[in-house]
């Protein structure tokens, strides 16, 4: 196992040209930035699930919370969905993001002020974005549903964390890039694009009629297929291979899974049943087949690295979460380009399959690898170990139960659901009635993960209140030798 | 290096940054990528419409829009009053009264409202030459009318029963409307004649067709 | 290598791209749109909502209605009828080419047939079927119709007489398609359910008006109000267990008719171009002088 390597300047001072930076130092210069992202991303989750209950509560008693008009099913599932998704997703990939990009560079973070400022800025502006779509100031659009106000802070938040980000990669060491580089440069300026394409054209000088809907369904696929993907993708490509202490399979299996998703990816939001043109969603259609070939590629990549070792991963509970993810990416990858090559998309796109899917990507790939991540990172951080490992598995285990039982049964609701919206001769009121009982397990599911997320901000937490116990004890203890060094002297 | 007194115990060793080894991509994932690529091709021929806007699942073409159009029964009267505002509006009036010293008035006219279509339809396509007495009054004018529907490029047999159509129902004209197989059958009937008509040939005409 | 520009622009051309395929293709296909014409008839199609549907268009936005109700309608095939409208003046020579073109039917039905038109001859065909039936069939002025009809499960379903299209959106913003069917699709939902008070005793209370539904009910969207000299003629007719107490009634608020009139004012039946359809005909009028 490698150590950390020695530096040859004071542990204050800047580097010399020429000298390595040691692990511990670029952890130190990340420590409060980062620190500052994962907890908040926590808060927002556990925020969002909680949101996530309630609006999966509303369905077996429609009559619960029905009486204040902040609390009614459409203002709170947006209001959940931005939560998870700007809240904890995009905050902690980009957390974890400038963390992969500081060590695979071998360099400070750059300007830790930047993120600082724009971790405040991003925080402010999803709280006054989720307040507004609960106050019903939504903009109607999807995955969009923050007022302008906020995006715009938002949007500031992110271009510092993104420059952060860029600079930090600028001042990598070595011109050799790991596959997780080209996915997170890319990622970085990847959500600056779409998002202020996106807000400018919808909210700032609108576009006209079904344009609209275009360009939300453009800026929803980009932003939960390809996004996510990349900057999840980036973080698996780092975990996978260190934390089993192998080199990642093939360079270039990562290298096509970048050019492919780069390149399909972002074609393949429109629908089938859409008012639009029928080349928009034969494109997406095509698009959508082609997401095969990453998957097939992370999937195959991943395997390779860990060969056997898949069975001693439960060792490491950071390693199966980030394990657990890639399966999870492999699925619903599969549940998205084998619909597009059954030609079915159009059967299944209003149904639950859909949210399935979705949640897929968001729960059970893209946050699953941030909290291996997480997990990680943050002790790297702190300089400190969790207080149990068993408390990281409980929260694996309640985040795994809770998405399997919050996924499957919408997809199968979905599926029965999809195949009797085809047949006119069933009442459309039975076909709500038919999918009570799969709501009903996923339900549960919602709250596990719920639990599995709580357990997640008190891990957090639990690691900084020891780290500062720590240190209060620290200097407790070399106030007391100090005084003791002296009374000694004295006699 | 230097313990940090301030910094509690290292959290034991780490592994180091990963590295990727060079295996190299298994061919069948190309197979598979060409495979797409063919299936994406036809399909894309199939249901695209070749980014045509205006064809919609399931249809695959605008010319197959344009068979499972509704047909009008009857006269486009619609389009005959664009037509007659486009063309006939110049000389004939917007009302349909007239022009002094350009052309009679059309509103009310015994040759516009007549039972049989055989002679009003001749008029636009031959144009006309000399006096005419419409509604009692005579009038002549010395530039005569073009054949303003001389051909079929000028205007089409469904474009001059539609407006003939429009004149014979508008300001207060009760008659039938043209429809564009009589039109076709005159014009056949006429031939490549290239002199105008007159009031005497009119006279001399079938009303019926 | 120095990778790092190479990357940028592999991933810029790669956003660029699909960029330019639904961002800026749209907007000249789509968002160049303007209205457009039904077809044969020719009126300006589409009209913009009424002043308090728009306000309604809020409210629906606002509550997040979208995450719930879909406003696409699909079509899968389009099929043909043949009408006969009128039966001319050979009555025999037409009861025999309804023979031909029906083969099930007999000589008793057919002479009945044509009493009581207009009647469908042939449903459900294809276009060539019957444009060939309505050729034989115009045999001594008798006058069949070709119908164009669209199916789908949506429209067999009754959310809709045809698909969705562009226009059909052009002056909303913002166009809340809706990704979900957990209640009905409301594309066309104005023709089928036309009535203002029915919709506001749905929003109080949906399982008064659609037994075992599941939609949350939006009472903060009324009032309760204290009776004072008479009870409001808006004043919603509850049954005993939703009732408010006696002296009072539950009034709906401004948003709440809003919303009711945009519900209403969903409509997704105009006969397009790009959307063929045939409506019947309305009763023609004599002659009149057209509007300048």
Redesign the interface.
Known sequence: ????S??QS??TGAPSAGSVI???EIDLSCRVPLLILFLSAAVWLLVGSALALVASI??HS??FL????WL????V??AYLNSVLYGFCVQAGLGVALWVLA??G?TLLAQPWLVILGGVLWNLGVTIGVAEILA???????NLEMPSHAAVIIFLGYLLLGIAGVLT??RRRG?E???SQ?FL??AL??FA??YS?ANL??LTF??????????T??YSD?LQVVWLSLAGLAAV??F????A?R????????L?TF?FL??FA??S???????????????S??AT??L??PV??VA?NVY?TMGRLIVVASGNPALSFVLVGVTAFVIAGLMQAGLA?LDAR?IL???WF??ARSQLQFYGFFSMVMFGAIYHIL??L????FASAKLLRVHLWLALVGTVLMVVPWAVGGIV?GIE????KVV??NI??GS?PFLRVSTIGDLLLLLGHAVFLCNLIGLVV??YR??AA??YA?VTADLFKAAEAKT | MNPDPNEPGSPGSEAAEPKAARASVPVWLFVLFFLLLYWGMIYFDQRSAWADPQVYIPYHSAAELAVYQSRLEGPDISRGQLVFDRTCALCHGPDGRGKPGQAPPLAGSDWASAAGVNRLVRIPILGFTGPIQVNGQQYDFPTGMTPIAATRELMSDEDLANVLSFVRQAWGNKASPVTPEQVKIIRDRIGNRSTQLTAEELKGLPENM | MNYGPLLFLAAFFALAGSWFGFVLTPQVQLGQLQQTNTVPAGATYPVARPGLGHQGLEVYRANGCASCHSQQVGQTGTVCDVVLTDAGTNPPALIQTLLQVRPGLSEAEAKTFLGGLPKPVLERVTKEAADAATKALTVGGAKPQVWIVPTGPDIARGWGKRRTVAEDFLFDYPVMLGSQRIGPDLADVGARLPDANWHLRHLYAPRLEVKDSTMPPYRFLFEKRRIERARSPDALPLPARLAPEAGYEIVPTPKAKALVAYVMSLRADAPLFVAPLTVAAPPPETNAVPAK
């Open positions: 196992m490698a150590e950390v020695s530096t004071t542990a040691a692990s511990a509303k369905f429609p009559d029905a009486e204040q008009a009614t099913y459409g203002r599932r947006p060590r695979l071998r019903g100031n939504t903009t109607g659009f999807e990669f600028h011109r890039l790991f596959a080209w440069f890319a300026f990847w694009w779409i394409t054209l919808l609108p576009a006209r009629g079904v344009a609209q809907a275009v360009l369904w453009w980009n490509f780092y996978v291979p260190k934390l202490g080199e990642l399979h093939s360079h270039y299996l990562a096509f050019w780069v390149m972002s074609w939001g429109i629908p089938g049943t859409a008012p639009v043109p029928a080349w928009m969603p034969t494109v259609t095509i087949a082609f095969i070939l097939i590629a195959l390779r090559l159009q796109h209003f149904t859909t949210t002790p790297q702190m300089r400190t170990e659901q919206l085809q047949d006119p459309f009121i709500m009635k009570l020891r780290f720590a240190r620290a200097a070399a």
